[in-house]
């Protein structure tokens, strides 16, 4: 299993960024994808999740409304768009699924500054 993410970046109070996350050597299209991200000082958090079938998609309250999680099957790439992000978006997002463990990328840092 491999993760590999990318798209982060410095972006001012209000911008936006689309992380993706291209995934290998596992089936991509039947598996639940999640991002999570690690501040400064703090646990890495759950921020979102989506589904195989239907494609349902979950949200932490703290991103609700301003992240979108997608996916590309013939791609076997996630993405996350991040809008209006703010200071406290400040973390290094990591991909992330579960395949009888915990597999997760590198993480790419993502900075929220002015």
């Known amino acids: 299993v491999q993760l590999v993410e990318s798209g982060g970046g410095s972006v001012q109070p209000g911008g936006s960024l689309n992380l993706s996350c291209a995934a290998s050597?596992?089936?991509?299209?039947?598996?639940?994808m999640n991002w999570y991200r690690q501040a400064p000082g703090k646990e890495r958090e759950w921020i979102a999740g989506l589904s195989t079938i239907g494609g349902s998609t979950y949200y932490a309250d703290s991103v609700k409304g301003r992240f979108t999680i997608s996916r590309d099957n013939a791609k076997n790439t996630v993405y996350l768009q991040m809008n209006s992000l703010k200071f406290e978006d400040t973390a290094v997002y990591y991909c992330?699924?579960?395949?009888?463990?915990?597999?997760w990328g590198q993480g790419t840092q993502v900075t929220v500054s002015s």
């Open positions: 050597g596992f089936a991509f299209s039947v598996s639940v």
């Open positions: 992330n699924t579960h395949r009888g463990a915990n597999y």
